[in-house]
């Protein structure tokens, strides 16, 4: 049995059966995918009609299994006893329920790497509740940091729980248990919780904290929350807004006089909170006077740490963003962010289009040696789709 390996990147010889799931699992799949693993995701047969996320589910095969029946469950264990990792997003407890849980898998396959993704963790009090990216982030003290002063805190997205403290982490787990199975022959289990994972990504601001220099409490009084003038968003004449992060002396003093504003700013009392409001009313008054674009032509050879705040539309235009790649269009002409980090010597290849449910379903089963005949019986009985 031959499972064809990926094109191009640093993991070529690794494979991966990814158990379908959303958000955080399927991001982590993807990046493993875009670094060159092989990835056959198994999908639901209910889940035929469905249509694939043209961007989170690129770079891999897909099979459609009722994993619930014997037959499936079967299926599932042939693709295991050829792959590296076996990714899945379950509840905890679902995987063990489906008799496709640790002890049975590495039966099957010793060195097999278990990456389990949640969002309250494996075990715990709240590891059965149900939840999304937003009551994880809240959960880990996180939320709870974002926003202004007085107002309500504002959810960043789902960056922070199901990707960066979920699928990344996961990713991250995935390759450290991999170099580790390779080197003893040991497979183990990953419990990727997004509540731990959103708290990791805090480590700076606790440590800011642990010296006194952070609220734990309050948000928006912190130095990258927005209670600094010189780290914030401003508004220009047309409507749009620049980001400014100009932390450092010789940042904040090319900042002032690029605006124009010398007489108007002591840049000698930057950190003094005293001097913030009125500071804050002169960076607005005069960002409001000219288009974002002008700032955009006026800061743009000179380190102030001014930018554009761009749309996702106006990113993939950008002069910078282009000359790099950092978006790229696949066959349909859909456009993706490109595959990061970048190899000088194993690069990635570029993302193809997602399939549609089920639709290698026939090939993957030949690979794992079933017969004509078998195939057709298991479409007949609604395992394979």
């Given at each position: 049995?031959?499972?064809?390996?990926?094109?191009?990147?640093?993991?070529?010889?690794?494979r991966?059966?990814e158990?379908?799931?959303?958000?955080?699992?399927?991001?982590?799949?993807?990046?493993l995918?875009?670094?060159?693993?092989?990835?056959?995701?198994?999908q639901?047969?209910?889940?035929m009609r469905?249509?694939?996320?043209p961007?989170?589910?690129?770079g891999?095969?897909?099979?459609?299994?009722?994993?619930?029946?014997a037959?499936?469950?079967?299926v599932?264990?042939?693709?295991?006893?050829?792959?590296?990792?076996l990714l899945?997003?379950?509840?905890?407890?679902v995987?063990?329920?489906?008799?496709?849980?640790p002890?049975?898998l590495?039966?099957?396959r010793?060195?097999?790497?278990?990456?389990?993704?949640?969002?309250?963790?494996?075990?715990?009090?709240?590891?059965?509740?149900?939840?999304?990216?937003?009551?994880?982030?809240?959960?880990?003290?996180?939320?709870?940091?974002?926003?202004?002063?007085?107002d309500r805190?504002?959810?960043?997205?789902?960056?922070?729980?199901?990707?960066?403290?979920?699928?990344?982490?996961?990713?991250?787990?995935?390759?450290?248990?991999?170099?580790h199975?390779?080197?003893?022959?040991?497979?183990?289990?990953?419990?990727?919780?997004m509540?731990?994972g959103?708290?990791?990504?805090?480590?700076?601001?606790?440590?800011?904290?642990?010296?006194?220099?952070?609220?734990?409490?309050?948000?928006?009084?912190?130095?990258?929350?927005?209670?600094?003038?010189?780290?914030?968003?401003y508004?220009?004449?047309?409507?749009?807004?620049v980001?400014?992060?100009?932390?450092?002396?010789?940042?904040?003093?090319?900042?002032?006089?690029?605006?124009?504003?010398t007489?108007?700013?002591?840049?000698?009392?930057?950190?003094?909170?005293?001097?913030h409001?009125?500071l804050?009313?002169?960076?607005?008054?005069?960002?409001?006077?000219?288009?974002?674009e002008?700032?955009?032509?006026?800061?743009?050879?000179?380190?102030?740490?001014?930018?554009?705040?761009?749309?996702?539309a106006?990113?993939?235009?950008?002069?910078?963003?282009?000359?790099?790649?950092?978006?790229?269009?696949?066959?349909?002409?859909?456009?993706?962010?490109?595959?990061?980090?970048?190899?000088?010597?194993?690069?990635?290849?570029?993302?193809?289009?997602?399939?549609?449910?089920?639709?290698?379903?026939?090939?993957?089963?030949?690979?794992?040696?079933?017969?004509?005949?078998?195939?057709?019986?298991?479409?007949?009985?609604g395992?394979?789709?």
């Amino acid at each position: 049995m031959s499972i064809p390996r990926a094109a191009a990147g640093p993991l070529t010889d690794v494979r991966v059966v990814e158990l379908g799931g959303i958000g955080p699992s399927p991001f982590c799949a993807m990046v493993l995918a875009d670094l060159g693993a092989a990835v056959t995701r198994v999908q639901r047969v209910s889940e035929m009609r469905a249509e694939p996320n043209p961007v989170l589910d690129r770079g891999r095969r897909s099979i459609a299994v009722d994993i619930k029946s014997a037959s499936g469950r079967d299926v599932v264990l042939r693709l295991v006893s050829h792959a590296d990792v076996l990714l899945e997003g379950f509840r905890p407890g679902v995987l063990e329920r489906l008799k496709l849980g640790p002890a049975e898998l590495h039966r099957i396959r010793p060195e097999l790497v278990i990456g389990r993704m949640t969002g309250f963790g494996q075990e715990g009090p709240l590891a059965q509740r149900a939840g999304h990216d937003i009551n994880y982030i809240a959960q880990a003290g996180v939320l709870n940091s974002i926003g202004r002063p007085g107002d309500r805190p504002v959810p960043p997205l789902n960056l922070v729980g199901d990707f960066g403290g979920g699928g990344m982490l996961l990713a991250v787990g995935v390759l450290a248990a991999v170099h580790h199975a390779r080197r003893t022959g040991e497979g183990q289990e990953i419990d990727a919780a997004m509540i731990d994972g959103a708290a990791l990504l805090m480590a700076m601001p606790y440590g800011y904290a642990a010296r006194g220099d952070w609220s734990m409490t309050e948000r928006g009084t912190n130095r990258f929350d927005g209670s600094l003038p010189y780290y914030d968003t401003y508004e220009c004449a047309d409507g749009r807004f620049v980001a400014v992060g100009a932390l450092e002396p010789v940042f904040f003093r090319a900042l002032v006089e690029k605006l124009g504003v010398t007489d108007q700013v002591d840049v000698d009392r930057q950190s003094d909170p005293a001097a913030h409001p009125g500071l804050r009313a002169v960076f607005a008054k005069a960002f409001a006077s000219a288009t974002r674009e002008e700032w955009t032509r006026r800061f743009n050879n000179l380190d102030a740490c001014v930018t554009p705040v761009l749309s996702m539309a106006e990113a993939q235009d950008d002069a910078h963003v282009r000359a790099r790649g950092t978006f790229v269009a696949d066959d349909a002409g859909v456009i993706h962010p490109a595959p990061a980090p970048r190899f000088s010597l194993t690069p990635s290849a570029m993302p193809t289009a997602p399939p549609l449910v089920g639709a290698n379903t026939d090939e993957v089963l030949a690979e794992l040696d079933y017969t004509p005949a078998e195939v057709a019986a298991l479409r007949r009985e609604g395992v394979v789709a």
